[in-house]
């Protein structure tokens, strides 16, 4: 297995431990014999916060896994400039064509937090998935839960108040770090959301004030989790509870 670290335009290449891939739930929920046939065509590479892995209209030539902290976010562009978020990816999933065969992807994935992901050829993982069952299966169920998502994301930006889903995307970006700190500055969640950084500021004070978050440039730290649980709408443990009945210890954080 190779690990590749951007420098520059290139890539450079050094051992990568065997053990690292199950940092990924994906991976992680593998057995050994299928990670051990995966394992030649695999590399990790390094994210950086902002590069964007794939534009509307692309044919995706690999399929990226997080690793560990590393969070992706699926976004729709608009034509005024303006992206809305409709789905994040982190160590419990895949970013790419998780499906069969050739398809243009809609929309853009953009790496919110930095950090490191494996990365196998698209052509090469859908052979695997018609050579390894468990491959395929795996695939297709967090397929269905990246839907699922998407779907609930959807009515949830329709329905729901921004202090809702400001507690979502705080309680998701907490699952996948499975840690306090978090590297989200309130622009950010602006663009997450499409309001003004104004109206976002006034929500992170408010949450701020009741003791479920402090905030300093560049990271919020959750302090009460169970404040957030408190303010965040149905959609958060409905997505939750679909990859759990899909697949147990899929989710960050849950055991199978």
């Known amino acids: 297995m190779i690990i590749a670290k951007a420098h520059g335009a290139g890539l450079s290449t050094m051992p990568l431990a065997q053990g690292r891939v199950a940092a990924n739930q994906i991976f992680n929920l593998l057995p050994h014999a299928a990670v051990d046939q995966l394992a030649p065509a695999l590399e990790c590479v390094e994210l950086r916060r902002g590069q964007c892995l794939f534009e509307p209209g692309d044919?995706?030539?690999?399929?990226?896994f997080p690793l560990l902290s590393t969070v992706v976010a699926l976004v729709v562009p608009m034509r005024d400039g303006r992206m809305m978020e409709v789905a994040t990816i982190g160590r419990e999933g895949a970013v790419g064509s998780v499906t069969l065969g050739h398809r243009p992807v809609f929309v853009r994935a953009s790496v919110h937090i930095s950090?490191?992901?494996?990365?196998?050829?698209?052509k090469t993982l859908d052979e695997m998935r018609l050579a390894i069952p468990r491959v395929h299966d795996l695939l297709s169920k967090y397929a269905d839960c990246l839907a699922a998502q998407v779907f609930q994301s959807a009515a949830c930006a329709a329905v729901h108040s921004l202090e809702a889903?400001?507690?979502?995307?705080l309680l998701l970006t907490h699952d996948r770090l499975q840690q306090p700190e978090l590297?989200?500055?309130q622009e950010m969640l602006a663009d997450m959301f499409g309001a003004t950084r104004t109206y976002v500021t006034r929500i992170a004070r408010r949450l701020q004030k009741r003791g479920a978050i402090t905030y300093r440039r560049g990271v919020i730290r959750v302090v009460r989790r169970e404040l957030l649980e408190e303010t965040v709408c149905e959609c958060y443990g409905r997505v939750r509870r679909h990859f759990d009945r899909m697949e147990p210890g899929l989710y960050p954080g849950t055991e199978p």
């Open 115 to 122: 950090g490191n992901a494996v990365r196998i050829p698209r």
């Open 165 to 169: 889903r400001c507690a979502r995307a």
């Open 183 to 185: 590297p989200l500055t």
């Open 59 to 64: 044919d995706v030539a690999h399929v990226h």
